[in-house]
């Protein structure tokens, strides 16, 4: 299993922008779908987004489509999440995980945890109004 640390985050106002970066010690990143999560408190962790190992496909959560930009650098082993227009409501511990299975899976899965073999430690967002 790999090890991944998150880090970008930080305090921002609303309409303010962040980017968190995950980078992973595994040499199988560049095999490995990487998703995003977030939890806040008293809640559930809930999706964000997901990359497939290629980069080409890219699932986002209603709440989040068209403001956060999910995006790869398999060179640099590492998967950022760009999140622009952020609300009160974004604000929540984000999770990187990723997903050793090399062949596609359907949308479904990428948005359940137990998908996912290895995750991050975390990094707090918070966003004031």
């Known amino acids: 299993q790999g090890h991944l640390t998150e880090s970008g985050g930080g305090l921002v106002q609303a309409g303010g922008s962040l980017r968190l970066s995950c980078a992973a010690s595994?040499?199988?990143?560049?095999?490995?779908?990487m998703g995003w999560f977030r939890q806040a408190p008293g809640k559930e962790r809930e999706f964000v987004a997901v990359i497939t190992w290629s980069g080409l496909t890219t699932y986002y959560a209603d709440s989040v489509k068209g403001r956060f930009t999910v995006s790869r650098d398999n060179a640099k082993n590492t998967v950022y999440l760009q999140m622009n227009s952020l609300k009160p409501d974004d604000t929540a511990v984000y999770y990187c995980?990723?997903?050793?299975?090399?062949?596609?899976?359907?949308?479904?899965?990428?948005?359940?945890?137990?998908?996912?073999?290895?995750w991050g430690q975390g990094a707090q967002v918070t966003v004031s109004s």
């Open positions: 595994a040499r199988t990143f560049s095999s490995s779908t």
């Open positions: 995980a990723a997903d050793v299975y090399v062949g596609l899976r359907s949308r479904f899965y990428y948005t359940m945890p137990q998908t996912y073999g290895d």
